[in-house]
Protein backbone atom coordinates (compact mmCIF):
# COMPACT_ATOMS: atom_id res chain seq x y z
CA UNK A 1 0.00 0.00 0.00
CA UNK A 2 0.84 3.40 -0.87
CA UNK A 3 -0.35 6.90 -0.20
CA UNK A 4 -0.31 9.18 -3.70
CA UNK A 5 -1.86 12.30 -5.08
CA UNK A 6 -3.04 13.54 -8.26
CA UNK A 7 -1.13 16.47 -9.49
CA UNK A 8 -1.91 18.01 -13.00
CA UNK A 9 -1.76 15.09 -14.43
CA UNK A 10 0.77 13.09 -12.92
CA UNK A 11 0.54 10.93 -10.23
CA UNK A 12 2.60 11.80 -7.22
CA UNK A 13 3.72 9.09 -4.18
CA UNK A 14 3.50 10.50 -1.16
CA UNK A 15 4.82 7.80 1.13
CA UNK A 16 4.38 4.06 2.18
CA UNK A 17 2.10 2.45 4.28
CA UNK A 18 3.64 -0.72 4.83
CA UNK A 19 5.03 -1.81 7.90
CA UNK A 20 8.95 -2.66 6.64
CA UNK A 21 10.75 -3.41 9.84
CA UNK A 22 9.78 -4.59 13.01
CA UNK A 23 12.21 -4.53 16.29
CA UNK A 24 12.19 -5.88 19.91
CA UNK A 25 14.20 -3.99 22.56
CA UNK A 26 14.48 -5.75 25.99
CA UNK A 27 13.45 -9.29 25.25
CA UNK A 28 14.49 -11.19 27.74
CA UNK A 29 17.09 -14.22 26.96
CA UNK A 30 14.48 -17.05 27.27
CA UNK A 31 11.86 -15.47 24.60
CA UNK A 32 11.96 -17.86 21.84
CA UNK A 33 13.17 -16.79 18.79
CA UNK A 34 10.26 -18.42 17.12
CA UNK A 35 7.83 -16.53 18.94
CA UNK A 36 9.52 -13.15 17.99
CA UNK A 37 9.35 -14.27 14.61
CA UNK A 38 5.96 -15.03 14.46
CA UNK A 39 4.88 -11.31 15.86
CA UNK A 40 7.15 -9.96 13.00
CA UNK A 41 5.36 -12.32 10.31
CA UNK A 42 2.17 -10.82 11.65
CA UNK A 43 3.44 -7.05 10.90
CA UNK A 44 5.72 -7.04 8.48
CA UNK A 45 4.45 -6.20 4.61
CA UNK A 46 0.89 -5.69 6.03
CA UNK A 47 -0.70 -1.92 6.04
CA UNK A 48 -0.14 -0.11 8.95
CA UNK A 49 -3.46 0.02 11.36
CA UNK A 50 -3.09 1.21 14.77
CA UNK A 51 -5.26 -1.99 16.07
CA UNK A 52 -3.26 -4.21 14.07
CA UNK A 53 -0.07 -2.85 16.41
CA UNK A 54 -1.94 -3.09 19.39
CA UNK A 55 -2.84 -6.49 18.55
CA UNK A 56 1.17 -7.72 18.38
CA UNK A 57 1.27 -5.65 21.93
CA UNK A 58 -1.28 -7.83 23.37
CA UNK A 59 0.20 -10.92 21.80
CA UNK A 60 3.63 -9.63 23.31
CA UNK A 61 3.01 -9.45 26.57
CA UNK A 62 0.62 -12.16 27.25
CA UNK A 63 3.71 -14.50 25.76
CA UNK A 64 5.48 -12.65 28.82
CA UNK A 65 3.07 -13.53 30.88
CA UNK A 66 2.70 -16.85 30.31
CA UNK A 67 6.60 -17.25 30.71
CA UNK A 68 6.44 -15.81 34.35
CA UNK A 69 7.13 -11.85 33.57
CA UNK A 70 3.64 -11.18 35.21
CA UNK A 71 4.86 -7.74 35.44
CA UNK A 72 5.60 -6.85 32.17
CA UNK A 73 5.05 -3.67 29.85
CA UNK A 74 5.53 -3.18 26.22
CA UNK A 75 5.32 -0.12 24.37
CA UNK A 76 5.33 0.51 20.80
CA UNK A 77 7.61 3.27 19.02
CA UNK A 78 5.75 3.76 15.38
CA UNK A 79 8.42 5.81 12.79
CA UNK A 80 7.18 6.83 9.62
CA UNK A 81 9.39 7.32 6.38
CA UNK A 82 8.74 7.82 3.31
CA UNK A 83 9.22 3.97 3.10
CA UNK A 84 6.98 2.54 4.99
CA UNK A 85 7.00 2.15 8.56
CA UNK A 86 9.29 0.96 11.18
CA UNK A 87 7.76 -0.72 14.76
CA UNK A 88 9.88 -0.91 17.86
CA UNK A 89 8.42 -2.70 20.82
CA UNK A 90 10.26 -1.21 23.81
CA UNK A 91 9.88 -4.15 26.63
CA UNK A 92 10.50 -3.76 30.50
CA UNK A 93 10.21 -7.32 31.62
CA UNK A 94 9.87 -6.91 35.12
CA UNK A 95 10.65 -9.99 37.49
CA UNK A 96 10.37 -13.25 36.40
CA UNK A 97 7.77 -15.36 38.72
CA UNK A 98 8.76 -19.11 39.35
CA UNK A 99 6.43 -21.70 40.99
CA UNK A 100 9.18 -23.44 43.15
CA UNK A 101 6.39 -26.13 44.76
CA UNK A 102 2.56 -27.31 43.87
CA UNK A 103 1.33 -29.89 46.40
CA UNK A 104 -1.11 -32.04 45.23
CA UNK A 105 -3.78 -33.69 47.24
CA UNK A 106 -6.37 -36.36 45.83
CA UNK A 107 -8.73 -38.54 47.72
CA UNK A 108 -8.54 -40.92 44.47
CA UNK A 109 -5.10 -41.58 43.80
CA UNK A 110 -5.59 -41.96 39.59
CA UNK A 111 -6.95 -37.88 40.05
CA UNK A 112 -3.70 -37.32 41.42
CA UNK A 113 -1.28 -39.35 38.98
CA UNK A 114 -3.98 -37.74 36.03
CA UNK A 115 -3.09 -34.23 37.17
CA UNK A 116 0.77 -34.64 37.92
CA UNK A 117 1.24 -36.28 34.64
CA UNK A 118 -1.05 -33.53 33.24
CA UNK A 119 1.87 -31.11 34.64
CA UNK A 120 4.60 -32.64 34.57
CA UNK A 121 5.42 -32.89 37.76
CA UNK A 122 7.53 -35.23 39.67
CA UNK A 123 8.20 -36.64 43.12
CA UNK A 124 9.83 -33.90 45.49
Request: charged letters at 30%; hydrophobic letters at 35%.
Amino acid sequence: GFEAFRENETIQVAGYSTIRKVTFEGLPDTFSEKSAESIKLLLLNQRFSKSMIKSAKYILEFKLKNMGYREAKVETEIKPSMHGYSINFKIEKGPLYVLRKLMVSCSREEVCNFIKKSISLTEN
